[in-house]
């Protein structure tokens, strides 16, 4: 893992890249933690609101809320949707991220209160968007890669604004913070067999973020 002092690369204003934050022995153990959190909250596909078209990302979640879209809408829930149980608590590793990143760079006091878990097959990819499903846009959005490489495109506010694409690597960690927080961004493509971290071909990718506002005089300790 980096060192939190590491400088990040500013891709757009608030876009921060971290290009190998976490160490070959450091993605292993996160991917043995995720895969005993999918233990627990299997991937599951999620669906477009109204169409119920499936989504070409599998995905799950940990920490105490979790993203669920289906034919209802977007929404964060306390329980996964097929199996009705809580969402595993966050790996400590996302934890120590969040700190060292999120509240180093962002400087934000709130605390995470969901973790995305997506599952990129190698012909998956995700169209531009932005993650405004939060109550509490103060806060960063956190992302950590593991497994192929993906070609991520990241924009402005608005979906027409121009775009600047990078290649995110096993390992890497960006934050989408300030100016970026409501940026479009996607996913255009991922690289098979750019990685040997996972047991098949494809890439996890997971983003953290806080849902709901703070409360007068919560302690938000992680």
């Known amino acids: 893992m980096a060192p939190a002092s590491t400088a990040p690369i500013e891709v757009a204003p608030g876009c921060l890249w971290w290009p190998g934050w976490l160490d070959r022995a450091g993605q292993e153990a996160l991917a043995e933690d995720i895969r005993q959190v999918l233990a627990q909250a299997p991937l599951f596909t999620p669906r477009m609101p109204r169409t119920g078209k499936p989504f070409s990302v599998r995905m799950s979640n940990c920490g105490p809320l979790g993203w669920v879209s289906d034919q209802t809408g977007y929404r964060y829930q306390p329980t996964h949707p097929e199996t009705g149980q809580p969402w595993p608590p966050f790996p400590d590793v996302l934890k120590r991220a969040w700190r060292e990143l999120a509240r180093e760079f962002a400087g934000t006091a709130l605390a995470p209160e969901a973790c995305l878990i997506n599952w990129y097959a190698p012909g998956a990819r995700m169209g531009l968007h932005q993650d405004r499903d939060e109550q509490e846009f103060r806060a960063p959005v956190l992302s950590l890669s ?29 934050l989408l913070s300030g100016p970026s927080r409501l940026a479009f961004h996607g996913i255009d493509r991922i690289l098979p067999d750019s990685s040997t971290l996972l047991r098949q071909p494809g890439r996890i990718n997971l983003t953290l973020r806080r849902v709901r506002p703070a409360e007068d005089g919560e302690i938000l300790p992680i």
């Not at 604004?161 to 290649?167: A, K």
């Open 146 to 174: 593991l497994g192929d490489t993906a070609l991520f495109r990241v924009g402005g506010a608005a979906r027409s604004d121009p775009t600047r694409s990078i290649r995110l690597v096993s390992g890497d960690a960006l």
